[in-house]
């Protein structure tokens, strides 16, 4: 079965630190890689994907996200976070079908 | 206004009642999909479609309905309402041409009393 772990529900740190959000999955083929995020009462906006090439990839807001085949992970990163990052963050995989992680929560603290 | 949207935003109905939520979108985009968030559940496929008049399950269609005549029209049907079936209903669409990137609706905060 395909699925995608966010092993955080909740990440806080300071402003001007950096931030990892971490997402793992396990799926058969090559899949399509995205992070969303979500504001309150809000739909899902687009962040970064990646679908081949660079392991890195930059993104919206000066996010980026790193690929690791071996680790099947896709880890969401910032090097300095703001406090309007905070938000629902959440991370797809595309195989065939879309399947979503279950969001994680990012409080960044002034 | 270009995008996509749905309506109601908001809906409060009950228990046995038919509700009805429709989404439309402006790009033409040939997937579109309809996802509900539950706490601690994330985003759950209920059913998608790729382009008019194909549609298919997703991962929770039990008690949904869908539709698709026109391209950029999808709406989703519950039939018998239950109380389960409150939560926040989210349509987004898609085209391979842009790398299957989803964009997503607003949103519709569905209660079922």
């Known amino acids: 079965a395909q699925s995608v772990a966010q092993p955080e529900d909740q990440v806080n740190v300071a402003e001007g630190n950096p931030l990892t959000v971490k997402c793992t999955y396990s799926v058969s083929g090559n899949p399509y890689l995205f992070w969303y995020v979500q504001y309150p009462n809000r739909g899902l906006q687009f962040l970064l994907k990646?679908?081949?090439?660079?392991?890195l990839v930059k993104g919206s807001y000066g996010f980026e996200a790193e690929f690791n085949k071996s680790q099947t992970s896709f880890h969401l990163k910032k090097p300095s976070a703001l406090v309007s990052d905070s938000a629902l963050y959440f991370c797809?995989?595309?195989?065939?079908?879309?399947?979503f992680g279950s969001g994680t929560k990012l409080n960044v603290k002034p | 206004d270009a995008g996509i949207t749905q309506s109601p935003r908001y809906k409060i109905t009950e228990t046995g009642r038919q509700v009805t939520l429709m989404c439309h979108q402006t790009w033409s985009h040939s997937y579109m999909f309809w996802y509900r968030q539950d706490l601690g559940h994330g985003l759950r496929l209920i059913y998608y479609s790729a382009a008019a008049d194909i549609t298919d399950k997703g991962e929770v269609p039990d008690g949904y309905v869908v539709s698709r005549s026109k391209t950029e029209n999808f709406p989703l049907t519950l039939e018998s309402a239950t109380r389960s079936q409150t939560s926040v209903y989210f349509c987004a669409s898609s085209d391979q041409a842009g790398g299957d990137t989803q964009y997503f609706g607003p949103g519709t905060r569905l209660t079922v009393l």
């Open positions: 797809a995989v595309r195989v065939y079908k879309f399947y």
């Open positions: 990646y679908i081949t090439g660079d392991n």
